[in-house]
């Protein structure tokens, strides 16, 4: 068999997982209120921070995320708020990268670890290791082999990336990126924010798909991954491992977007409900609207206040005495 660069391995495994994921994004109903709701993708977006970060031991809540990326002060340790603005930042930067450039990489690491540390942007100078208390458990290739290693990979994935599918090629970059463990900080941050750029170069949707927030459910076999990858000397298991993560994913940004679709069609309802009871007593009340439908005065009144600024009913006449006029079509 010819050996791959990398050293991979493409199994059964990853070729239908590969292949479920493809089918899931293919189905574009799935996705389109990811389009239509912007308040939607700014979540998933907070919610992928803040999991990314979780991981590396960022102690602020979701909600404390959000609340420093909505720019509202929070308590907590100066270096963890640091971080969150920075990765904010970075994740906005997806779409101005070009996520096979090198100087593209080191410029987004340089963001996410602004006014951490002090090589930000900076491949590192001085030898990496991985330890479990007091037993070194991983040692990263010499900081001298680092530009070489690092323009070997990306060159490969240059050169890949028109015939090894964006899903399997991302996890290759993901592992290989974590073992040359190129900076002196922000590896995991910076390897799972560039799957993530990958994978929108190839489908815009998975801006928005909260990857890191599975890695986070799965930490422990995140890491096992890695560790076994290291020992194995190829990156199969983390392959696989990926795209069940990817997999799990997107099945939880089907339900979802099913849920907003679900919601939008229950307040299309509700209003199409409002206008035949103007159909049949132009002089009913938003009490007596509330009554019939069972709904509290607010929701009567935020689904009126909708209708009238789509033109489709206006009121003729004062609050008290007056009627509703319908403008559609019978």
């Known amino acids: 068999m010819e050996e791959n660069y990398p050293p991979y391995t493409i199994t059964n495994k990853m070729l239908n997982l590969a292949t479920k994921i493809m089918e899931k994004i293919g ?17 998933t977006r907070i919610k992928s921070i803040h999991s990314s970060l979780a991981i590396e031991n960022n102690q602020l809540s979701l909600f404390q995320v959000e609340e420093v990326i909505n720019g ?5 340790e100066q270096k963890d708020i640091q971080e969150v603005k920075n990765a904010y930042k970075a ?18 690491q340089g963001i996410l670890t602004f006014a951490i540390e002090d090589d930000s942007g900076k491949f590192r100078n001085h030898g ?10 991983f040692m990263a290739p010499s900081h001298r ?9 990306f060159n490969w994935m240059d050169k890949a990336k028109d015939t090894v599918n964006p899903l399997i090629l991302s996890s ?46 799965h930490q422990e076999g995140y890491y096992k991954a890695i560790q076994n990858c290291n020992n194995a000397g190829n990156s199969n298991e983390f392959i696989e491992f990926m795209l069940e993560v990817i997999n799990e994913a997107v099945d939880g940004m089907i339900l979802v977007t099913n849920q907003e679709i679900t919601q939008e069609t229950t307040k299309e309802t509700t209003q199409e409900k409002i206008v035949n009871l103007i159909k049949k007593n132009p002089s009913i009340t938003q009490v007596e609207m509330a009554k019939a439908l069972e709904l509290t005065r607010d929701g009567i009144s935020y ?3 909708v209708l ?13 005495n007056g009627i509703w006029k319908i403008n559609v079509a019978e």
């Open 308 to 320: 009238k600024d789509k033109g489709m009913i206006e009121r003729v006449g004062s609050t008290k």
């Open 172 to 217: 290759i970059f993901h592992y290989e990126f974590v073992f040359i463990h190129p900076f002196s900080d922000g590896n995991g941050r910076t390897a799972r924010l560039w799957q993530t750029a990958i994978l929108a170069h190839w489908k815009e949707l998975f801006k928005y798909i909260p990857i890191e927030s599975i890695i986070r459910k």
């Open 303 to 305: 689904n009126i206040k």
């Open 128 to 137: 990496e290791a991985v330890y479990d208390g007091n037993v070194q458990i």
């Open 91 to 108: 994740y906005e930067e997806l779409d101005n990268v070009n996520p096979y450039s090198v100087k593209d990489l080191k410029k987004i």
């Open 27 to 43: 189905e574009a109903n799935y996705f389109e209120s990811l389009n239509r709701y912007p308040e939607l993708r700014r979540k």
């Open 145 to 153: 082999m680092v530009p070489t290693l690092m323009d070997n990979l």
């Open 72 to 76: 509202k002060a929070v308590m907590g």
